[in-house]
């Protein structure tokens, strides 16, 4: 097999332009310590990320502002939601998650 140098550089460039921003905050911040208010703020990032992600799946739908009747996720949501704040579990969120949207969509597609 021959290795072509062009598609070998465009994997490492990939590989180093995915990795340094990855590595170096972690090796900044681990140097210096952070204000009480900067932690704070830090731990507000992930729910942001995940609260962001969800709204667009369940507040848009082919581009527009999405419907109750057109769009099954917003009652998977429903139990979702609860079992997050019943149980604090990831896993068992994504679980309840993922059987809700499977149930649904085979009940719509039953129908």
Known sequence: ???RWDVMVIILGAALVTFIPRVL????FSRIALPEWGIRWLSHV?????????????????GKLASLTENVEWIAAI???LVALKT???????VVGIVSIMALRYLVAWL
């Open 79 to 81: 139990p979702t939601f």
């Open 1 to 3: 097999m021959e290795v």
């Open 25 to 28: 905050p972690l090796v900044l």
């Open 46 to 62: 992930p729910i942001s990320v995940m609260a962001a992600l969800v709204g667009q799946e369940l507040f848009l739908h082919d």
């Open 88 to 94: 604090r579990s990831l896993l068992g969120t994504v």
